[in-house]
């Protein structure tokens, strides 16, 4: 049977479903499988994906690549996951995310809660958690001074349990994380339930789950908020590892090839004159190298003629021009495959119009919409839940925040010249408000207006008056 080259299992992606919390948290033994899967099945290639972004990429850092010792072995990483990533993460989240209410008091209630917890970086920040893992997770709490937070948490140590039925419904967060407790390595799960949070403790193998603490809280629902990067939770650079992975081999196997040049066979075809019956031949050789100087006698043949004399180094030849070609071929399935636009591409750099680059950024943009339709939902949960605990505290109605409107904006080049030709060409055909509405720049309509009309007030006068002169 040949052996399975996939990367990850499909136990690394699978979503956890139970039937109720109530079910989940009277059979611990239960919600320990789980939490061991996660452990030993999804960190992994969390883990992984993790180490990519930071440029550890792993299939290159390990093992061994050359037979024999002597040779180079450079291990090149080229960190395009972080390319992809934050490309990514800047066109979609470079502009803030706009919350808004159609009630200024409500609008400015949402304003103060965005400011206090940096929404700005907490909605980046998420974003490229969805962008590295395929998800990202984020807590909303009561902080001590009573005001409502949230902040990020890592992937890596949370996870989310939704109910069976079609709705898939969240019943359950799931926290875990290994602390050394009382000169021991104990590992704390906090179970965050729609009422409340029970923290157990246990061995650092995962087993014999004790309750250690239980406490109420007021957000009517689950206060760890899911953030999905699209249906299949895989992250943005996750189907391009094996081309990356070729890639590092590629210019590695290049640095190698530069170093072993160097480092070359000599062969001698002849006798060197070693001037002397008890002078070593390697290191009359090594002499005669550092010279500059090689002098060697021809052998007679069997004929009585001196054979030729030859002196040359050997090395595994290299087809450097095909390789740079592969290298490209790659480069580009990367960014194809991606999404992602090469910047550093002559074809895409220059002086473009707006509409030609839209066209190079339209695969980007069909990512752009899906990752926005994903962001929003979890978005709008995380006001859900923060309405809900002002409810109960009357800072704020029930239901209020259900009406938020979330607008994104791609952080985009604008051509504002090309915007500008566009505006001057359109004298005489639009009014002059929707031309000025059409400047790629916020200006103020109404004042503008004012100071058109005041113009041509000015402008008559000013012929009248000359009229009368005359």
């Given at each position: ?16 479903t ?59 990483t ?5 390319y992809?990533s ?17 009630e ?6 949402i ?31 009561r902080?001590?001074d009573?005001e409502t ?10 996870f989310?349990?939704y ?17 050394l ?10 179970v ?14 995962g087993?014999?789950y ?29 189907n ?35 001037m ?10 090594k ?25 040359r ?21 990367i ?37 926005e ?59 002059n ?10 200006i103020d ?26």
């Amino acid at each position: 049977m040949a052996e399975n080259k996939q990367r990850f299992s499909k136990e690394a992606n699978k979503t956890y479903t139970y039937k109720d919390a109530d079910s989940l948290l009277a059979n611990l033994g239960d919600l320990t499988e789980i939490v061991n899967h996660h452990l030993s099945n999804q960190v992994s290639r969390l883990s992984e994906l993790d180490d990519y972004y930071l440029g550890n990429n792993r299939t290159i850092l390990n093992g061994d690549r050359r037979k024999e010792e002597h040779m180079a072995d450079h291990r090149a990483t080229h960190n395009h996951a972080r390319y992809v990533s934050q490309f990514i993460v800047g066109y979609l989240t470079g502009s803030p995310i706009e919350v808004m209410h159609n009630e200024q008091k409500v609008q400015d209630t949402i304003s103060y809660i965005n400011d206090i917890n940096n929404a700005d970086a907490i909605n980046s920040e998420l974003t490229l958690d969805c962008s590295v893992y395929g998800r990202a997770y984020e807590l909303i709490f009561r902080s001590q001074d009573d005001e409502t937070r949230f902040t990020l948490l890592s992937p890596l140590e949370t996870f989310v349990i939704y109910d069976d039925t079609v709705e898939q419904k969240a019943i359950a967060g799931i926290r875990h994380r290994t602390l050394l407790i009382d000169g021991e390595n104990t590992l704390i799960v906090e179970v965050y339930t729609n009422s409340k949070i029970y923290t157990y403790h246990a061995n650092e193998d995962g087993s014999d789950y004790k309750l250690v603490d239980e406490k109420a809280h007021y957000f009517d629902g689950v206060p760890i908020n899911e953030y999905q990067n699209n249906r299949f939770r895989q992250g943005d650079f996750e189907n391009v590892l094996n081309l990356i992975d070729l890639y590092d081999a590629s210019q590695s196997d290049l640095a190698n090839y530069s170093q072993d040049l160097q480092d070359a066979m000599l062969v001698i075809k002849g006798r060197l004159d070693l001037m002397g019956d008890n002078v070593d031949p390697v290191q009359r050789a090594k002499e005669m190298k550092q010279a500059n100087i090689l002098y060697m006698e021809p052998e007679m043949g069997t004929d009585g003629k001196e054979d030729n004399v030859d002196a040359r180094y050997i090395y595994k030849q290299y087809d450097v021009a095909g390789m740079e070609a592969y290298k490209t071929r790659l480069t580009n399935d990367i960014h194809k495959f991606t999404n992602v636009p090469n910047m550093n591409d002559e074809k895409f750099a220059g002086t473009q119009s707006g509409e030609s680059m839209k066209y190079k950024l339209f695969g980007l943009e069909q990512v752009r919409a899906s990752k926005e339709r994903y962001f929003k939902r979890s978005m709008k949960n995380r006001y859900r839940l923060i309405n809900n605990i002002m409810a109960t505290g009357s800072e704020l109605p029930k239901d209020t925040l259900n009406n938020i409107s979330i607008e994104f904006t791609p952080n985009f080049p604008k051509n504002t010249k090309e915007q500008i030709d566009i505006f001057n060409s359109l004298g005489g055909e639009v009014s002059n408000e929707t031309a000025l509405s059409l400047l790629p720049y916020e200006i103020d309509i109404e004042a503008e207006k004012k100071c058109l009309s005041e113009e041509q007030e000015n402008r008559r006068q000013t012929s009248s008056y000359m009229d009368v002169e005359s």
